[in-house]
């Protein structure tokens, strides 16, 4: 290799050390800290659930998107949609939505006069 290659690649790999910092810095922020504790549809940083993709679908409008798509699988495949629910832990899952109701139910009723 020549010293013109040599330059070359260090530009390249230069610039692709920044782009992957970038990437970084866009996918995975720094986590933010909690206020006092945290709204009913956010998690403290560290807490359950800690991938975004999770935070977003337990998030109202990620519950409504959920809710959605298992209402179509239901009415254009009741079969599989049957099996896949058995799949899941059934205590997990009971326990997931009472919570979710709950708290559905507390933020209603602190919203009324």
């Known amino acids: 290799m020549t010293d013109q290659d040599e330059a070359a690649r260090a530009l390249i790999l230069a610039r692709l050390a920044q782009s992957r910092a970038e990437l970084r810095r866009l996918i995975d922020p720094p986590p933010r800290e909690p206020d006092d504790g945290s709204g ?4 403290p940083s560290g807490g359950f ?3 975004r993709t999770m935070q ?3 998030s109202g409008r990620g519950m409504g998107v ?3 798509i ?3 699988l239901f009415i254009a495949r009741p079969a599989l949609a049957l099996r896949l629910i058995r799949m899941l832990p059934a205590g997990t899952a009971a326990r997931m939505l009472l919570a979710r109701g709950i ?3 507390r933020a209603r009723q602190e919203r009324t006069p």
């Open 40 to 43: 009913p549809g956010e998690q």
């Open 49 to 51: 659930p800690r991938s």
């Open 56 to 58: 977003m679908l337990l």
């Open 66 to 68: 959920v809710s959605a």
């Open 70 to 72: 298992a209402a179509g």
């Open 103 to 105: 708290s559905m139910l």
